[in-house]
Each structure stands twice: as structure tokens, then as C-alpha cells.
């Protein structure tokens, strides 16, 4: 998903059910409940028909959140367009999806992971599911074929610090050790249930005793969720409370896109798959088709601005709308350093219901044109009627949940919109997940 209100937790190839494995292909039932959270049950169960037909074991040991990690990747995009066309058509929907845009790094490509930490009696390890069964070396890690090779590495060298008797109060405070970044810098995050001084003296010593031939870790962090959140980056979980403390290095995370360089907050939203956002953006660019004098781009759910001020230059004024104060805060901050102050503007807003309206220029006879990239379960209905009372002569809507595409879709049409391009990217290879953008524009 690329703009989940700005918040890590949100990401939705972290967040797959976890489910049991079975020797050779994943059964239909296990399939269907890896990708609940993606395609619809009728879209699993194709999956599932075209898995079933490779060769016995192929798929052995494969954890189900990677559930087409296993196959070459000419096979998976295969599996995958065959696979959406086969739901287009049981939902009924209008016009026929385009081929899915290829992944330049199809593996070993995540630039968010994490490890979930689980203590129980005096035996500690670190899942990659949370929540699931698979517990990989004792004290160690599962292994996935799609982060860096780097994360690994990192994951096992904590691990096995952690296994020193005298991180007994870090082992027990731990909930999350997590990575992100970029694929050349990445901070390290340690999500930790409570803070006293114990706890916080081992977590200096952790951070003072990481590998020193790891150049690209950057900084580190505390974060800290008093509820043990079952996502890794709760930020909404104690309002108000200390959430994040800097350990070591940089207060902001750094990535660059198109010559662009961004900061966003240790906590804010951003891609997990790098080297797909230039097409993320030529796609968005295109669909947007930017040209008419005068006009007025809204970019609803923005994040750190990323498509805002890669668009700033085609459009008379932009406006950026996000829930997160962090995102919108570092949306201000690129855009002094990006010279796009002048064209492009930021406001903290939930996107929820009618009143979204509020935090929206008056209409003033201008063009307007939308670009919403809204998390899985797409634009709420109250707020996409408000939106599409404006009258915006394009929309451009990203979705990253693929179950909810069709309600979006129909709903768009109900307010007098109608379907002109369906544009999917394999943002997330290796799992059941696409982004699919989708044109809309008035029927009329």
C-alpha cells in the first residue's frame, strides 16, 4: 500500500494471516486464509488451481506469506495476470485490466522487514511471522526470499547478542526489532513494551555493539507500545505517550526517486519495494495525463508528499491531505528543500466522512483533478461522495487491496464516474498483493 494515513503499520505485505504449513503445494483452505487480507476467496482459489498444478513439493517449506516466492518470475506474473483478469470478470467489472507492470527487483527487494520476539520459557526466537508457527534456527530467523540479504544478517547478529545472559530484561521488554530505509541506508527500530533504566542500559549496549562492518545502518531507535500492539508501528495505540527516542544517528530516514530526495519519519509510511517507484510515478503521471491550464491537483492520503512534489511542476497548485502530523510534517520539510513551496501545500486531515470537504479549497471555477492513494480498504463512502460533489475531471486511485476494488469502483460510478484504465504493478512480488491504479472520469 502506498499511503496508509502515513503509519509502517499499515503495510500490506506485512500483514498476512498466519497459517500452518503442509507438505508439497499449500492446500486451497490454507491459500484462501494467507490471502483474505488481498484477493477475494474466488481469486485464491484460482491461485490455488494454477499452484496445484506444479510439480509435487515444489512449494515445500515455503512460508504462506510468500506464497509465489517460489517460482521463476516470468511464472509469477503469469499466475498473477491470469489470476486478476479471471476476477475481473466474476465481479463484472468494466474494461479489461492491463498486463501487470514487472518488478525490476522481483526478490530480496523489502525494505521494511521486522522479526517478532517471542520468549517462552527462558527460549527466546525471532519469527518473521508474527503470530506464526514457523521458528527457524533456535534464537534465530526464518529466512524469506524477499528481504536483503543485509537484514538477514543484521536479524542473526541480534539474535545472537540477545542470547547473552545479561539481555535477559531487554529479552523480555522486546515485542518488535524492525528495519527500514532504503536499499542502501536503513535504521534499526526496537519496539519495546516498557522502558525503566535496566531496559534501557541494554538497549544502548545492543546499539553500541552492532556490527561496525554494517555501513548502511545508519541510526537506531526506541519505540515504545505499552500495549504490545500486534503491529509493529502502532503510533496510534497511546495517544500522547513517548513513542519514539533516538539511540543513534539521523532523526529523519533519507530515499531518493527521479533525482528527488525525501525525508520521512522513523515512524512514517513509505514503499517497501524501492525500485518500483519510478514506475509508481511515470503510472501515476501518465493516468493523470497533467496539461490544463490552471489546474488544481489534490493528493489525498500523501505521506511525505512523494507524489505531490514529483507533480508540482505540472499543475498550477497541489494540495496535500494526510491523517499523520508526522507525514505531513515531513511533506513541508522536502518541500523547502525540493523549491515547491510555492506550488504545493500540506494539511493535516482525516479523510473520513463528509467533512473532509473542510480542510479542501472552496470550489472557484478552477479544474481539479484527484489523485488518492487510500489504504487497502479504499476512500470511505461519506468522504468519496464529498469528493465527487466537486465535479474533479479525472481521478486517479490507487489501490493495494484488491478484494476492495470493485466497491470502490461501483461506487465511483454511482456518483456519474465511469472506469477509463486499470493500470496494475507488481509492487509487492512474491506474494498474492498487486497496486492497481484505476482512471475515472465523468460519464458524461
Known amino acids: 500500500m502506498t499511503g496508509a494515513g502515513g503509519t509502517a503499520s499499515a503495510d500490506p505485505a506485512c500483514r498476512w494471516p498466519a497459517c500452518r504449513r503442509a507438505p508439497g503445494i499449500f492446500p486451497r483452505r490454507r491459500i484462501a486464509g494467507a490471502v483474505k487480507t488481498g484477493y477475494s476467496v474466488g481469486m485464491a482459489r484460482f491461485l490455488d488451481s494454477v499452484l496445484s498444478r506444479l510439480p509435487t513439493g515444489s ?11 517460489h517460482l521463476d518470475y516470468a511464472a509469477e506474473l503469469a499466475v498473477k495476470n491470469a489470476a486478476l483478469r479471471e476476477f475481473w470478470e466474476r465481479e463484472g467489472l468494466p474494461l479489461t485490466p492491463g498486463e501487470v507492470a514487472a518488478a525490476p527487483r522481483p526478490r530480496h527487494y523489502r525494505t521494511t522487514t521486522r522479526r517478532h520476539v517471542v520468549v517462552s520459557r527462558g527460549r527466546m526466537q525471532l519469527l518473521a511471522d508474527p503470530g506464526g508457527d514457523r521458528p527457524g534456527r533456535p534464537g534465530g530467523l526464518a529466512a524469506s526470499a524477499l528481504e536483503p540479504a543485509e537484514h538477514a544478517a ?52 545492543l546499539a553500541e555493539g552492532l556490527p561496525e562492518g554494517d555501513r548502511g545502518l545508519v541510526s537506531a531507535f526506541i519505540f515504545h507500545d505499552p500495549t504490545r500492539s500486534p503491529y509493529y508501528l502502532d503510533t ?20 531518493s526517486f527521479n533525482g528527488r530526495r525525501y525525508s520521512y519519519a522513523p515512524t512514517g509510511f513509505t514503499q517497501v519495494n524501492e525500485a518500483m517507484v519510478p514506475e509508481l510515478l511515470a503510472t501515476a503521471r501518465r493516468l493523470l495525463a497533467p496539461g490544463g491550464d490552471g489546474e488544481r491537483l489534490l493528493d489525498l492520503y500523501c505521506g511525505y508528499g512523494l507524489f505531490a512534489h514529483d507533480l508540482a511542476a505540472d499543475y498550477a497548485a497541489v494540495l496535500g491531505l494526510d491523517a499523520a502530523p508526522e507525514g505531513i510534517e515531513s511533506a513541508r520539510r522536502n518541500g ?37 492513494d487510500p489504504p487497502r480498504q479504499g476512500i470511505p463512502p461519506a468522504a468519496l461522495a464529498a469528493l465527487a460533489e466537486r465535479a474533479p475531471a479525472r481521478v486517479v486511485q490507487a489501490c493495494c487491496g484488491t478484494d476492495e476494488m470493485p466497491a470502490q469502483i461501483r461506487a465511483w460510478q454511482q456518483h456519474g464516474y465511469r472506469l477509463q484504465a486499470v493500470c496494475p504493478l507488481d509492487m509487492f512480488p512474491g506474494t498474492a498483493h498487486l497496486e492497481t491504479f484505476l482512471r475515472l472520469e465523468p460519464a458524461g
Not at 161 to 188: D, K, N, Q, W, Y
Open 236 to 255: 496510534g495505540a497511546v495517544p500522547g505517550s513517548l513513542k519514539v527516542k533516538k539511540l543513534f544517528g539521523p532523526e529523519i530516514l533519507m530515499v
Open 336 to 372: 523547502h528543500f525540493l523549491g515547491t513551496e510555492g506550488r504545493a501545500s500540506f494539511r493535516v486531515c482525516r479523510i473520513e466522512g463528509a467533512d473532509v470537504t473542510r480542510s479542501l479549497p472552496k470550489p472557484d471555477g478552477r479544474r481539479e483533478v484527484i489523485l488518492a
Open 154 to 205: 543484521l536479524y542473526d547478529a541480534i539474535a545472537e547478542r540477545l542470547l547473552e545472559p545479561h539481555f535477559r530484561p531487554l529479552r523480555e521488554a522486546l515485542h518488535f526489532v524492525i528495519l527500514r530505509g532504503s536499499l542502501t541506508e536503513r535504521c534499526l527500530i526496537l519496539n519495546v513494551s516498557h522502558l525503566d533504566g535496566a531496559v534501557v542500559r541494554k538497549l544502548r549496549i
Open 59 to 69: 512449494g515445500r517449506g515455503l512460508p504462506a506469506v510468500e506464497p509465489l516466492a
